[in-house]
């Protein structure tokens, strides 16, 4: 197939990342006889630096014209002032809300070789395979904001049509795997979170009558994601409560480093990225984890080309490299030798032929 697919490196570790999970697609295009071309774009810090907006039109444009955007990171202390008329990450945000992509999917998988990375102890991990499916492009991320001198306020507002939508999602996923939706809010206290949970019971039974529905309160589901995560199937929440709970999940992997992420939409063009941050602290030293990025690939392939074949290509040459024990720093024992951001994509790239 023929593919326009825009990259935004970002800030931080983001260029490396990305130039990790564009080697991937070359030789996937390479392998598998497609024609992928990309286009590199500004944002966040980068373009604020370079046009002083974090979404210059031009990536915004790009992004539209492409079948799938891959993104490494945005943020960083060099642009965290407080004060300052615009931030790096206004620019995710309103990409992600032009292009629609409300449904955030984070898979957590858990690679048996990894359980010594993890904090938690390897039993508890023994058959982890989560999804939690994020609500995107809505909730106190893009309420209104309002601020004075001595107060400060977000509004969380949630319709019922994106309550449906993100189930309807999360539904379907679970229908094609184990059959369990774990649906997450904070309906002891929060408006919004009784009518998520009110359309979520309502919708599940008239549509999804198989799919078993559980229901947690946020604070027990971030005790219970540790506890018993080998339980959880399909995770459903709304944007924040998502963010927080993925990081939280990361850690039954081993790394932040290691989750990818998939933000799609109504059409099949979506925004591919790792859950990570900018990680300041390591950037520009080359010994980012790639692996989430890649790992991010694999989806867009699936997701946006329904390349099936080469996506299973790229997860198992992941699973391939970390079962013969390549490891970059943020997942490495204390004998082992340990891999460059580089050195680890050439190792993955190496299992794809
Ligand atoms: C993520 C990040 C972003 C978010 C930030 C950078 C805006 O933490 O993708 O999880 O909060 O969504
Ligand atoms: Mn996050």
Known sequence: MEALITVLPGDGIGP??????RAVLERIAERHGHRFKFSEQLIGGAA??????????GTVASCKDSNAVLLGAVGGPKWSDPNAPVRPEQGLLGLRSVLGV???????TVYPELAAASPIRAEILEGVDIVVVRELTGGIYFG??????FSASDICKYHTHEIERIVRVAAQLASGRRGKVCSVDKANVLETSRLWREVTDRLMAAEFPGIELETLLVDAAAMHLLSRPADFDVMVTENMFGDILTDE????????GMLPSASL??????????????????????????CGTIASVAMLLRHSFGLAEEADAVEQAIARVIADGCRTADIATADGQTLSTSEMTAAIIGKLG
Request: hydrophobic residues 40%; glycine residues 12%; aromatic residues 4%.
């Open 16 to 21: 490396e990342v990305a130039a990790a999970g």
């Open 48 to 57: 604020i630096d370079a046009i002083g907006e974090p979404l210059p039109d």
């Open 102 to 108: 409300f449904a955030n999917l984070r898979p957590v």
């Open 144 to 149: 209104e904001k309002s601020r004075d001198e």
């Open 249 to 256: 999940a990361s850690m039954l992997a081993g790394s932040l």
């Open 265 to 290: 939409g109504e059409t099949r063009r979506g925004l591919f990225e790792p859950i990570h941050g900018s990680a300041p602290d390591i950037a520009g030293k080359g010994i980012a984890n790639p």
